[in-house]
Nanobody, 115 residues
Framework: QVQLVESGGGLVQAGGSLRLSCAAS????????MGWYRQAPGKQRELVAT???????NYADSVKGRFTISGDNAKNTVYLQMNSLKPEDTAVYYC?????????WGQGTQVTVSS
């Protein structure tokens, strides 16, 4: 069973930065993409950013220019550098992995941005 371990969440003031990491284990091949989604209280889970195995990236409009996703294929790890954070970025951030068209999710890490 694929396991995703997230780290890097926390509390930060508006304008600050955080870096999230997610490492996938118990997987040797077949990864199509990894990325991050988030869910704020009372809202649906939404895409933040994804990166394909070949390095193609996709971002939500709300984070373009502020967040950067990167990956290390050798380590099956994905990173999300979040700069210029806003209170509206407050949410639980979930690591996402797609393997052979099957999605997998991490447990989530809380990101709280104070104003």
């Amino acid at each position: 069973q694929v396991q995703l371990v997230e780290s890097g969440g926390g509390l930060v003031q508006a304008g600050g930065s955080l870096r999230l990491s997610c490492a996938a284990s118990r997987i040797t091949n077949g990864i199509n993409a990894m990325g991050w989604y988030r869910q704020a209280p009372g809202k649906q889970r939404e895409l933040v950013a994804t990166i394909s195995r070949s390095g193609s990236t996709n971002y939500a409009d709300s984070v373009k220019g502020r967040f950067t996703i990167s990956g290390d294929n050798a380590k099956n790890t994905v990173y999300l550098q979040m700069n210029s954070l806003k209170p509206e970025d407050t949410a639980v951030y979930y690591c996402y992995l797609r393997r052979n068209a099957v999605p997998y999710w991490g447990q989530g890490t809380q990101v709280t941005v104070s104003s």
